[in-house]
């Protein structure tokens, strides 16, 4: 069966001090992995889906990564508005996924 | 707004009752995807549609559920008998068919079992 584990569970930064999400997963043929944010109360948001080891992909502030075995999400000079959960998921199909429980960023200003 | 609506968003239950909550998938996707997430957890796939037809269903989703999806439009997911463990936030996500797509989350329901 598919596994997701996110480290840490949650992470506090100062406004500007960068930082890495962990992703690491364990998947029978990895066909996308996917990152999305869910602010409080609201449905995820997707950032981005990498297909292949040594894949980046970046939107402003993050910076998504991929491995044969991990994935890592960083966040370069945060701000208090990049506070929110970050999750992971991954498939092994085209359809189901197959989340992480999250790591909770809090930026403080 | 051209996203995943779900209606409603908030639904206050008690113990046995029955429960049904909609979706707008965005209009050009032709997959429809059900997912419950319970609090500190991410979301649980339940079940999902290509068109009208229902692919796959999570053993998650006991003989108490069921959805549909008619003329492969917007789907309904009904919940008979509800039980308590059965609070939680409802999400529905759609995209288009092929690679693995990106899906897009609604706002989802929130379900409180008293």
């Known amino acids: 069966e598919d596994q997701v584990t996110q480290s840490p569970e949650a992470l506090r930064l100062q406004e500007g001090e960068s930082s890495s999400l962990n992703c690491s997963y364990t998947v029978s043929g990895l066909r996308g992995l996917f990152w999305y944010r869910q602010d409080p109360g609201k449905g995820p948001e997707f950032l981005f889906t990498l297909y292949s080891a040594g894949e980046e992909k970046e939107k402003e502030r993050l910076k998504a990564t991929l491995t044969k075995k991990e994935s890592f999400l960083h966040i370069t000079a945060p701000k208090p508005e990049d506070s929110a959960t970050y999750l992971c998921?991954?498939?092994?199909?085209?359809?189901?996924?197959?989340f992480g429980a999250g790591t909770t960023v809090t930026v403080r200003a | 707004d051209t996203g995943v609506s779900q209606n409603p968003r908030h639904k206050i239950t008690k113990r046995g009752q029955n429960v049904t909550f909609r979706c707008d998938p965005i209009?050009?996707?032709?997959?429809l995807y059900w997912y419950r997430q319970t609090l500190g957890q991410g979301p649980e796939f339940l079940t999902y549609?290509?068109?009208?037809?229902?692919?796959?269903k999570s053993r998650l989703l006991s003989d108490r559920f069921s959805a549909e999806r008619p003329k492969g439009s917007f789907s309904t997911l009904e919940i008979q008998r509800t039980e308590q463990g059965d609070s939680a936030m409802y999400l529905c996500?759609?995209?288009?068919?092929?690679?693995?797509?990106?899906?897009?989350f609604g706002p989802g329901t929130r379900l409180t079992v008293l």
């Open positions: 996500a759609s995209s288009t068919q092929g690679l693995p797509n990106e899906q897009f």
């Open positions: 998921a991954v498939t092994p199909r085209d359809y189901k996924l197959s």
């Open positions: 549609f290509q068109n009208e037809a229902q692919l796959e």
């Open positions: 209009s050009e996707h032709n997959r």
